[in-house]
């Protein structure tokens, strides 16, 4: 995720459910939705499990990923990272430092942090040397409960006062993607808009994608 990621200059970032109950159901989808275009990203995303079923999810899931070429970044958790040795880690606002985990995980792994609404929070996290910020969410979404409304001219501003790279995240459906993508972001981060897409994971990429490119 990187500078010379961004051809084109806005591309989705996917994250996975918050349950995977099926790993080889999963990693099937996973393969059709980076088959059907261009993705810089892949979060994993699990909640309520136990370590081990984080870590053997990313066994799992990661060289997928990195058969496409696409990052693979786990949630939270900057120790899980290190320990599956994964492209890195992002950050909610109470999962410890970006200066913490960057000690742990080097120079050389991703680290993006949740900033909600926050211009505030997004220059704290920059500072710290975070590679990206997430904003959001933008629109309502069924994936997780939200507390924080961003809006188009945070993304516009962002842009223009920083190189820092932004994702747009939260209730984003293909007819979202090119309003974000002209207000700003760099990146477009989908859950359920492509693993509850009626037609499945890679029809929702290629319309996202087409979105994209407008």
């Known amino acids: 995720m990187s500078d010379d990621t961004f051809l084109p200059p806005c591309q989705l970032y996917l994250i996975t459910p918050p349950a995977i109950p099926d790993l080889e159901a999963f990693g ?3 393969e059709a939705a980076l088959s059907a275009g261009p993705v810089a990203c892949v979060q994993l995303r699990l909640k309520d499990v136990d370590d081990a079923t984080i870590l053997d999810a990313a066994a799992h899931l990661m060289p997928i990923c990195h058969d496409h070429e696409v990052a693979f970044l786990i949630n939270d958790r900057a120790d899980l990272a290190l320990a599956a040795d994964a492209d890195g880690v ?18 050389d792994r991703e680290i993006g942090v949740t900033c909600h609404d926050s211009m505030h929070l997004a220059y704290e996290a920059g500072d710290a040397g975070a590679n990206y910020v997430a904003f959001g969410a933008f629109f309502d979404t069924d994936t997780k409960q939200t507390e924080h409304r961003a809006d188009l001219e945070l993304l516009t501003t962002w842009d223009e006062v920083t190189e820092i790279p932004c994702v747009a995240i939260g209730g984003i459906k293909p007819e979202h993607a090119k309003t974000l993508s002209d207000a700003g972001a760099h990146f477009i981060a989908v859950c359920s808009g492509v ?4 037609k499945g ?5 290629k319309e996202y994608v087409a979105a994209l490119e407008g």
Do not use: F, I, N, Y
């Open 90 to 107: 992002h950050l909610g606002q109470g999962d410890g430092t970006v200066e913490s985990a960057r000690k742990m995980l080097g120079m």
């Open 28 to 30: 099937k989808d996973l």
């Open 195 to 198: 693993w509850g897409h009626p």
């Open 201 to 205: 994971p890679a029809a929702a990429v």
